[in-house]
T-cell receptor, first 114, second 115 residues
Framework: AQKITQTQPGMFVQEKEAVTLDCTYD???????LFWYKQPSSGEMIFLIYQGSYDQQNATEGRYSLNFQKARKSANLVISASQLGDSAMYFCAMREDNNNDMRFGAGTRLTVKP | GAGVSQSPRYKVAKRGQDVALRCDPISGHVSLFWYQQALGQGPEFLTYFQNEAQLDKSGLPSDRFFAERPEGSVSTLKIQRTQQEDSAVYLC?????????????FGPGTRLTVT
């Protein structure tokens, strides 16, 4: 069963603007972790940000922040001040405490326009 | 410092051939994961090792897929009698310790094409 849903196959944003990439998830485990990864055209997966299910505050890492709404089971990634180098595929992922695997969404392709 | 490395980066195999894909995790990383990423999709979990123990192989798609990590460091994913649907990028990831909160560091992947 699909546990991670990314509804935006592609997104465009103007350079220097902010953009939100959507992610919803499904789990019955009360303890889990949520991750966002960036995959440029070169293929490597780059870790961006992590949010734990019990964390009270939204995670932030530089220009990346995670808008975590637990009741809605959403974990949207916000990228502020977009740069041309942000153009890539972005994957949302979840790992439950009682599972070894990390489940990924289908990804969103972000294109930053100059 | 060295990250996760994988070899070969590209592999073309004729249908029916056996292939072996290698992963060198970050030194000292306890956990190692293999994923399969089909074109245009997110990675899908194949198997997980904690040191040399294969604790989860629930994602391996068939008994043609076999993974090992005999000394708790380097891992090999073997695919026997390859088929066209095996064409994908195979990603290896390692993590310092086991636990839901620990990020996984990914290698560059091996792109397998079965003709």
């Amino acid at each position: 069963a699909q546990k991670i849903t990314q509804t935006q196959p592609g997104m465009f944003v103007q350079e220097k603007e902010a953009v939100t990439l959507d992610c919803t998830y499904d789990t019955s485990d009360p303890s889990y972790g949520l991750f966002w990864y960036k995959q440029p055209s070169s293929g490597e997966m780059i870790f961006l940000i992590y949010q734990g299910s019990y964390d009270q505050q939204n995670a932030t890492e530089g220009r990346y922040s995670l808008n975590f709404q637990k009741a809605r089971k959403s974990a949207n990634l916000v990228i502020s001040a977009s740069q041309l180098g942000d153009s890539a595929m972005y994957f949302c992922a979840m790992r439950e405490d009682n599972n070894n695997d990390m489940r990924f969404g289908a990804g969103t392709r972000l294109t930053v326009k100059p | 410092g060295a990250g996760v490395s994988q070899s070969p980066r590209y592999k073309v195999a004729k249908r029916g051939q056996d292939v072996a894909l290698r992963c060198d995790p970050i030194s000292g990383h306890v956990s190692l994961f293999w994923y399969q990423q089909a074109l245009g999709q997110g990675p899908e979990f194949l198997t997980y090792f904690q040191n040399e123990a294969q604790l989860d192989k629930s994602g391996l798609p068939s008994d043609r897929f076999f993974a090992e990590r005999p000394e708790g460091s380097v891992s090999t994913l073997k695919i026997q009698r390859t088929q066209q649907e095996d064409s994908a990028v195979y990603l290896c990831a390692s993590s310092l310790v086991d636990g839901r909160s620990y990020e996984q560091y990914f290698g560059p992947g091996t792109r397998l094409t079965v003709t």
